[in-house]
């Protein structure tokens, strides 16, 4: 940790390693802080796996992850644009859940221009899904 810079040496004890109070105490605080979750959380409300997390909403640049080495933290701020996005918005992955079908399926329909995505994102795009276009697919197939 300290040779992530998380942690500060004190470098009056060059023989042996001392963490000033005040470094553990920083740490601490950005562990207990409210602006920032463990990936974990954060996967939990996204309704996906940690793994999806960092495929989806990481590479696409809506979400970066601090690693603290044994904690890996995402902002709440940023969990809570994604939870707002998801309200118009699904993935390609939740839109099969939805309709029932494998995974493909979906890729199937947009191949064939009945369903139309949307790529977010910055990096490695995202492609997502009007919640209300795949809600009218399934309607229309019961």
Same mark, same amino acid.
């Given at each position: 940790?300290?040779?992530?810079?998380?942690?500060?040496?004190?470098?009056?004890?060059?023989?042996?390693?001392? +963490?000033?109070?005040?470094?553990?105490? $920083?740490? /601490?605080?950005?562990?207990?802080?409210?602006?920032?979750?463990?990936?974990?959380?954060?996967?939990?409300? =996204?309704?996906?796996? #940690?793994?999806? !997390? &960092?495929? @989806?909403?990481?590479?696409? *640049?809506?979400?970066?992850?601090?690693?603290? #080495? @044994?904690?890996?933290?995402?902002?709440? /701020? %940023?969990? %809570?644009?994604?939870?707002?996005?998801?309200?118009? @918005?699904?993935?390609?992955?939740?839109?099969?859940?939805?309709? &029932?079908?494998?995974?493909?399926?979906?890729?199937? =329909?947009?191949?064939? &221009? !009945? +369903?139309?995505? +949307?790529?977010? *994102?910055? *990096?490695?795009?995202?492609?997502?899904?009007? $919640?209300?276009?795949?809600?009218?697919?399934?309607?229309?197939?019961?």
């Amino acid at each position: 940790m300290i040779k992530k810079g998380i942690l500060v040496k004190d470098t009056n004890y060059p023989l042996s390693i001392k +963490i000033p109070k005040v470094s553990v105490l $920083r740490l /601490k605080h950005k562990l207990l802080s409210e602006n920032s979750i463990s990936t974990k959380q954060a996967a939990k409300l =996204l309704n996906c796996s #940690v793994n999806w !997390l &960092g495929e @989806y909403w990481c590479k696409s *640049g809506f979400l970066t992850v601090e690693n603290l #080495v @044994y904690w890996k933290l995402v902002q709440q /701020k %940023d969990v %809570d644009e994604v939870l707002k996005l998801k309200e118009t @918005y699904m993935t390609g992955a939740e839109a099969s859940k939805l309709l &029932g079908m494998p995974h493909s399926h979906i890729t199937n =329909l947009q191949t064939q &221009g !009945l +369903i139309q995505p +949307i790529y977010l *994102g910055t *990096g490695s795009p995202i492609r997502l899904f009007k $919640r209300s276009d795949v809600q009218c697919m399934k309607n229309r197939n019961p």
